[in-house]
């Protein structure tokens, strides 16, 4: 069985033994649920949109867009107020996944 790191070794080994392997029925399971949900009510899922956002680096004036040049706080962060001033960054990371793309 391999370890992580063997003596004298300069790179940590991938150690397959470390990932749980996946529970089929269990996964199936679960998306049937997911299915059965959705159809009767509206699904709040939350997914890796914040960290898709922050690939884009904005600055206080990326978050502000012309439209809250003049406000008086700090807007950057404000993920939220992105669909108003950068509604094509909020678009791109809600379509990384290819199921959902337009």
Do not use: K
């Not at 990371?93 to 337009?102: E, F, L, M, T, V």
């Amino acid at each position: 069985m391999p370890r992580a790191l063997d003596a004298g070794a300069r790179h940590a080994a991938a150690v397959p033994y470390a990932v749980t392997p996946v529970d089929v029925q269990a996964r199936a399971e679960r998306q049937r649920r997911l299915h059965e949900l959705a159809a009767q009510r509206i699904l709040n899922i939350d997914g890796a949109m914040g960290t898709m956002i922050q690939r884009h680096r904005l600055d206080e004036a990326g978050y502000r867009g012309d439209r809250f040049v003049d406000y008086g706080r700090d807007l950057r962060g404000n993920n939220d107020l992105l669909t108003l001033t950068r509604p094509d960054i909020v678009a791109a990371a809600g379509s990384w996944c290819p199921r959902h793309r337009r």
